[in-house]
């Protein structure tokens, strides 16, 4: 796709959307997608905001802990109105320890997601990477939940304004029990999302593009547009099982992962 490899706005309108998004984020304010304001934007343009967020983070002390992949599940994809996945990085800030609490008042307007996470021992470099590959880079995986916290005004976006604003990244649990790949069956792995008790979600593994593992292989293949791979060592969230549900304030969630312990957290 040569909308991945081509810029139509010039460094300075990056720069400045970039600061526009990530203010957004750290204020916790509402924007219209940028798409609407840039029509002719192009993805290497979404990528090259995403990327230039994420530079501005590390120059300001921030560590980068992990990767996630978006929009991964076709029910998703249609729901949302886009065409394929995406991904976003995971700042060191984003991570919230396993039954902690996450400030409400921080974001705009929360959703949480039942995730899985797949820590690398070998690096994965695209292209032509595959499930098989993953499998065999994969140190172990643990359960993981995703707070998305879009920037645009009631989730509305598209695909290149949703790569810009980082996958709408803002929080993330992990913890529960990790786990040998060998001992999880990751296609039929079950998982039930209670939210104050009440259980509102359900899923299987294989919601993630079939399988799990093609996710990680997805974004490894994504990164090698740009010349990046995925070091050993890497954390990367794979993408929702289950549908993405709003949280409000004083809500409590807890996820239950087949044969991988539980993750909880709660809305302050
Ligand atoms: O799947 C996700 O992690 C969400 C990616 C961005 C789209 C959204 O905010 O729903
Ligand atoms: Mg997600």
């Not at 300075?12 to 600061?19: F, G, K, P, R």
């Not at 994969?138 to 976006?157: C, G, L, N, Q």
């Not at 990164?223 to 954390?235: N, Q, V």
Request: hydrophobic fraction near 45%; charged fraction near 25%.
């Amino acid at each position: 796709m040569a909308e991945v490899y081509e810029n139509k706005l010039t460094p300075a309108q990056i720069e400045e959307l970039a600061i526009h998004c990530e203010n957004a984020e750290l204020e916790a304010y509402e924007i219209t997608k940028i798409t609407d304001d840039y029509p002719e934007m192009t993805y290497k343009d979404a990528f090259d905001i995403q990327w230039e967020i994420r530079r501005r983070k590390e120059e300001r002390g921030h560590k980068i802990v992990g990767m996630k992949m978006g929009l991964t599940s076709w029910a998703k994809m249609a729901q949302m109105g886009v065409e394929q996945p995406c991904y976003g990085f995971l700042a060191d800030y984003f991570s919230v320890p396993e039954g902690g609490e996450i400030k409400h008042d921080e974001l705009i307007h929360p959703k949480i997601e039942a995730e899985l996470a797949f820590v690398l021992k070998h690096e994965l470099k695209g292209p032509g990477v595959h499930i098989g590959d993953v499998l065999r880079a994969t140190d172990f995986v643990m359960p993981a939940v995703e707070v998305i916290d879009s920037r645009y005004k009631d989730f509305k976006f598209d695909l290149k304004s949703v790569i810009a604003d980082n996958s709408s990244s803002s929080r993330f649990v992990t913890g529960g029990r990790m786990a040998d790949i060998a001992d999880v069956d990751l296609k039929n792995i079950g998982v039930v999302m209670e939210i104050n008790g009440e259980v509102v979600q359900t899923g299987a593994g294989a919601a993630v593009l079939g399988h799990p593992a093609a996710s990680v292989a997805m974004l490894a293949n994504m990164m090698a547009d740009r010349g990046e791979s995925l070091p050993a060592g890497s954390f990367i969230m794979i993408g929702a099982i289950t549908a993405a549900v709003q949280v409000n304030k004083g809500d409590a969630f807890t996820v239950r992962y087949q044969g991988l312990g539980t993750l909880s957290g709660k809305f302050v």
